[in-house]
């Protein structure tokens, strides 16, 4: 099965320097290798549409793929539960190189092909985010009964630590006592 994220390079590195540039979409994880996590954590489908937009470049050591990544991801917020569809949008800056002259920060050139999935997997992983929220104001669930404060009020108050009392007789000035501090 020949992969979207395929591409021929030959002319590119017969040709130094050259570049070409190129615009694709295709599945995140065409191969269904990809396993995904559990609901309560930020992940991306194997099915969700990727969009590349890149310039690959030739040099004498290898190959310089430039340009962007989009890609949906999906979540649950860390304040009130609910689930949330997002989208990234990634900067690319990767090297291709030899088998030869591969490290960890560089991809690898196979023969007249490089294969631009590891790239898009480890941008769009990387990229995720950990703790993702549904907005800035998002006003969370209540700690006591459970509802989300973004929907409805509660009149829930928690006890009051022991531990924090005395700050309660605590006055600045021009301030007058807190409330019950004697």
């Given at each position: 099965?020949?992969?979207?994220?395929?591409?021929p390079i030959a002319k590119?590195?017969?040709?130094?320097?050259?570049?070409?540039?190129?615009?694709?979409?295709?599945?995140?994880?065409?191969?269904?290798?990809?396993?995904?996590k559990g609901k309560a954590?930020?992940?991306?489908?194997?099915?969700?549409?990727?969009?590349?937009?890149?310039?690959?470049?030739?040099?004498?050591?290898?190959?310089?793929?430039?340009?962007?990544?989009?890609?949906?991801?999906?979540?649950?917020?860390?304040?009130?539960?609910?689930?949330?569809?997002?989208?990234?949008?990634?900067?690319?800056?990767e090297r291709f190189v030899?088998?030869?002259?591969?490290?960890?920060?560089?991809?690898?050139?196979?023969?007249?092909?490089?294969?631009?999935?590891?790239?898009?997997?480890?941008?769009?992983?990387?990229?995720?985010?950990?703790?993702?929220?549904?907005?800035?104001?998002?006003?969370?669930?209540?700690?006591?009964?459970?509802?989300?404060?973004?929907?409805?009020?509660?009149?829930?108050?928690?006890?009051?630590?022991?531990?924090?009392?005395?700050?309660?007789?605590?006055?600045?000035?021009?301030?007058?006592?807190?409330?019950?501090?004697?």
């Amino acid at each position: 099965m020949s992969s979207a994220y395929r591409v021929p390079i030959a002319k590119l590195r017969r040709d130094l320097p050259a570049s070409t540039e190129l615009n694709l979409s295709a599945l995140f994880d065409e191969g269904k290798t990809f396993e995904p996590k559990g609901k309560a954590e930020t992940d991306i489908a194997w099915d969700a549409p990727i969009d590349l937009a890149i310039r690959i470049e030739s040099y004498s050591g290898g190959l310089r793929v430039k340009g962007s990544l989009r890609a949906p991801w999906r979540g649950t917020c860390r304040r009130c539960s609910s689930p949330i569809d997002g989208l990234s949008e990634i900067a690319l800056n990767e090297r291709f190189v030899d088998p030869e002259d591969l490290d960890e920060e560089s991809y690898l050139i196979d023969q007249d092909y490089i294969d631009l999935a590891p790239m898009v997997h480890d941008a769009v992983f990387l990229d995720l985010p950990l703790a993702p929220l549904c907005s800035a104001t998002c006003k969370g669930l209540c700690p006591y009964c459970g509802i989300d404060r973004n929907e409805a009020t509660c009149e829930c108050q928690g006890e009051a630590d022991p531990r924090w009392a005395t700050l309660n007789s605590l006055s600045f000035d021009n301030e007058e006592p807190a409330p019950g501090a004697e």
